[in-house]
Every structure is written in structure tokens, then in C-alpha cells.
């Protein structure tokens, strides 16, 4: 497809669990982005990724949460030991090169629900 | 706090009518995007404003911008019941033109069109 996708659209997990996150972006995009919106709320800033490196991750809540880009491409978000806290819309976005001047396009989101 | 504040928070009109939405700011910025938002899942571009630019229009949208008093407007014109979403004004705030783009975004306005 040509847009961002994002697998799964739901997960429900039981507090303590691990989960990962998928996030496919445009081909071609070098830049990508996490965010998590929690209800009522915009979206706020997790991770930044230029090509396979991660250039700000500030937005992490803490150690639990990881995210990788091994190949430029794909990346996937990672959450240890979930936290009811944690539950929220997880969106991803990638833009051509990160530029201020690139529009970000987002992906549908993967709703995260920690019991 | 958020960079970026919408108000109002929601706004109900009659099919037809504009709807004006508006955003405040606290930091300089490079460009504030608007966005749009159904049903809580992905977010959709709407428009880019430069820094360096005081007005934009496409189609029924217009955007102005003004930077001395850190504020954006949204115009919404001749409204439709698929406008029915919330609406984000989101910050670039970055002090280079390359590198971490990353958005800070408002809470929202939640438009409700009344057919």
C-alpha cells in the first residue's frame, strides 16, 4: 500500500506482559516517528528515526519502552512489563526526510489495552 | 503542558456554516501543521504553515498564522457532515530545518457538524 500501516490494529495484553508494536512506513521514507495519544488527548512525541538510528528517543516514558529500525524500514516498538498506564493509541508517522518542511504522514494506529 | 492549545474544545454547528478553530503556542516555531482526526485513529494532514508565512487556503480550508501573538486559525468554510472530527494544530519547533521534526501537538478541537 502507500500509506503507513501498522500491525495490529488492536492488542489487548494483561499487565506485565511484553508487546510489540509494528510500524511500516512509505517506501522510501528515511524519517520516523512514534507517537502515543491517550484518550481525549493529542498525540505526544516517543521516538525519532533517521535511517536506522534512533536521533531522539527523549519522549520515552521510561526503560520499558524500546523501539528499533534495523533496516531503515520497519520498526517496531517495544513495551516490558505493561502498565495499565501504558494503555493508549500508539501512532506511528514517517516523512521523506525529516525536513521541517516535509509533511508527516501517520499510520491508522494500534490501540493498546493493558488489563 | 501542551505546546500547542486548541479552543475551543468542542464546537457544534449547522451544516453549511464556517467553523473557526484556533491554537495557541509558547515557543518559536519553524511551521505549525493543522490535522484532522476520525474516530480516534490515524490523523490526516490538512495544511503547513511556514514560520514565514502569514496565510494559506486550500480548498475550504484557510489557515493564518501569526507569529508576534503565537496563534493559528483554522477556517473551515461551507461545513459538511464529513468535517465531523477533531482537529490538531501541531508545532515544529525544532531550531534547524533538518534533523528532529518532531510535532508537539494540541488537545484538540472536536467538531460535530449537524446536518
Known amino acids: 500500500g502507500a500509506g503507513v500501516s501498522q500491525t495490529p490494529s488492536n492488542k489487548v495484553t494483561e499487565k506485565g506482559k511484553y508487546v510489540e508494536l509494528r510500524c511500516d512506513p512509505i517506501?522510501?521514507?528515511?524519517?520516523l516517528y512514534w507517537y502515543r495519544q491517550s484518550l481525549g488527548q493529542g498525540p505526544e512525541f516517543l521516538i525519532y528515526f533517521q535511517g536506522t538510528g534512533a536521533a531522539d528517543d527523549s519522549g520515552l516514558p521510561n526503560d520499558r519502552f524500546f523501539a528499533v529500525r534495523p533496516e531503515g524500514s520497519v520498526s517496531t516498538l517495544k513495551i516490558q512489563r505493561t502498565e495499565r498506564g501504558d494503555s493508549a493509541v500508539y501512532l506511528c508517522a514517517s516523512s521523506r526526510d525529516g525536513s521541517s518542511y516535509n509533511e508527516q504522514f501517520f499510520g491508522p494506529g494500534t490501540r493498546l489495552t493493558v488489563l | 503542558s501542551q505546546q500547542g492549545e486548541e479552543d475551543p474544545q468542542a464546537l457544534s454547528i449547522q451544516e453549511g456554516e464556517n467553523a473557526t478553530m484556533n491554537c495557541s503556542y509558547k515557543t518559536s516555531i519553524n511551521n505549525l501543521q493543522w490535522y484532522r482526526q476520525n474516530s480516534g485513529r490515524g490523523l490526516v494532514h490538512l495544511i503547513l504553515?511556514?514560520?514565514?508565512?502569514r496565510e494559506k487556503h486550500s480548498g475550504r480550508l484557510r489557515v493564518t498564522l501569526d507569529t508576534s501573538k503565537k496563534s493559528s486559525s483554522l477556517l473551515i468554510t461551507a461545513s459538511r457532515a464529513a468535517d465531523t472530527a477533531s482537529y490538531f494544530c501541531a508545532t515544529d519547533d525544532s531550531i534547524s530545518n533538518f534533523g528532529n521534526e518532531k510535532l508537539t501537538f494540541g488537545t484538540g478541537t472536536r467538531l460535530t457538524i449537524i446536518p
Open positions: 517506501s522510501g521514507h528515511t524519517a
Open positions: 504553515i511556514r514560520s514565514n508565512e
